[in-house]
């Protein structure tokens, strides 16, 4: 059987690089009130590919975009790192079940894995440089982006129309 | 929103290849050194954190000019729209300023002939670099602004950072040519500060939501809300009398400065680089030896 060609393993990097430019792009200069509207771009990704698509959101890209992401957001070296890599490995192994799910249901289960993800953030970076943010701007971090959950969602179905079809 | 349109057939051969798991394994591991690397502040982090700044810098600049044209467009109609307001507010804070600048002058002589008399000996003449603001953190886990200045243009770590406003911040990680400024309401900030009115001192921190706290204030006495907070040259880190907010109010857990503005709204920002002291420094002061850089 013939391996995918070069044009699809292009089209299978689409999510990643439409991922490190919305990062980028979250980290501009853009506030216009002091409260950090700017959903987790990389978590939202990484819940609308790695369950729907695994084969366009590989643990090394996770890892790669969780290490910009500590960089951008100023958080410890590694800390998103790892905790974006457990994710894909757990959406990844979560594929199947939800492959068919209805959209409230997924976006249900976006949100508690967010809610997870920030809490397990916020230890982390307690536990590594002492300093934590208040608790409600973690939760207000984590509300954010579970509000931006259904656009991203939305926009990744777009993305997948332009992916090849996997038998 | 309903089912989706695409459903992919996921592959039932739900073991892993050997391969994947040792890259997963290799990345953990990876992950778990630069934690405890980023637990112990060690220098190579340090280095690799500077070396990121350097290599973002021109994507940063790229994606940001968009931004910035819009943001200068938005801000342009407006001031086209309020010309008129803006023109009557202006007249009336130039006659205002011809009264104080006469008023500047007579104490400017005064000061100048006391400061003759008392033999004085000025502190540290400074000089300003003047930069861009190009990225900033998008979450509250670490509130930073990312500038296109770095060692090249004269900024070494811990200068402080101001904008037209007053005390934005330091500097703390500087690369090649950008820098990473530590704002003020970041929870790792601790800057020390004076009371305007009052001369209490104390310790201002970042409390993480836009707000500072101020810590360790050196006497019981009730601060007035709107005492206007300024830094003092303790610690020979920031320059004294620089603005940094005033007091906004009381919680039970002390007192909270609001800055005169919304730090991370900063467009243009001036680091403040220290000259080296002189060695006999001349009896009277110089006149505002303000030097600025300004970069693109």
Not at chain 1, 6 to 21: E, F, H, I
Request: proline share 7%.
């Amino acid at each position: 059987m013939a391996g995918p060609t070069l044009y699809d393993q292009l089209r299978l990097m689409l999510p990643g690089l439409v991922a490190l430019l919305l990062l980028l792009v979250s980290a501009l200069p853009m506030a216009v009130l002091d409260v950090a509207l700017t959903p987790h771009v990389v978590w939202l990704m990484t819940l609308c590919f790695a369950s729907i698509y695994p084969p366009t959101w590989p643990v090394t890209l996770a890892f790669m975009l969780g290490l910009l992401s500590d960089f951008l957001y100023g958080t410890p070296l590694g800390s998103q790192a790892l905790l974006t890599l457990f994710a894909t490995l757990f959406l990844h192994a979560q594929a199947r079940r939800t492959s068919h799910q209805l959209f409230h249901l997924r976006w249900f289960e976006a949100v508690l894995t967010l809610a997870v993800l920030h809490t397990l953030l916020w230890l982390l970076v307690g536990f590594v440089v002492e300093f934590r943010p208040p608790v409600k701007q973690m939760a207000l971090g984590a509300l954010v982006s579970a509000f931006w959950y259904p656009v991203f969602f939305l926009g990744a179905q777009g993305i997948l129309r332009l992916l090849p079809a996997r038998g | 929103m309903g089912r989706e349109r695409y459903n992919y057939q996921v592959s039932r051969a739900g073991a892993k290849p050997a391969s994947q798991r040792i890259v997963v394994a290799l990345l953990v591991l990876a992950g778990l050194t630069l934690l405890v690397l980023s637990r112990t502040q060690h220098p190579t982090l340090l280095n690799l954190r500077v070396h990121m700044l350097d290599m973002l810098r021109p994507v940063m600049t790229l994606i940001s000019q968009p931004v910035t044209a819009s943001r200068k467009l938005v801000t342009s109609t407006g001031e086209v729209l309020d010309t008129a307001e803006e023109n009557r507010r202006l007249r009336g804070e130039n006659e205002t300023l011809r009264h104080w600048q006469s008023v500047a002058q007579a104490l400017k002589a005064e000061n100048d002939a006391l400061r003759k008399l008392m033999q004085y000996q000025p502190v540290e003449a400074v000089s300003y670099i003047t930069a861009r603001v190009i990225g900033q953190s998008p979450s509250s886990f670490g509130q930073f602004l990312t500038v296109n200045a770095g060692k090249a243009e004269g900024v070494s770590e811990f200068q402080p950072v101001i904008d037209s406003f007053g005390l934005v911040g330091r500097a703390v990680e500087v690369g090649e040519h950008t820098s990473r400024v530590m704002l003020l309401s970041d929870v790792a900030s601790r800057v020390p500060v004076i009371m305007g009115h009052g001369r209490q001192r104390a310790i201002l921190s970042g409390a993480g939501n836009g707000l500072l706290r101020l810590s360790f204030l050196s006497s019981e006495e009730e601060i007035p809300l709107g005492e206007p907070v300024v830094t003092t040259q303790e610690g020979d880190l920031i320059p004294g009398g620089i603005k940094v907010g005033s007091v906004f109010k009381r919680d039970g857990n002390g007192y909270l400065v609001k800055p005169l503005r919304p730090l991370s709204q900063a467009e243009y920002i001036r680091i403040i680089v220290s000259k080296p002291r002189v060695a006999n420094p001349p009896s009277v002061a110089p006149t505002a030896p303000l030097s600025a850089t300004i970069l693109p």
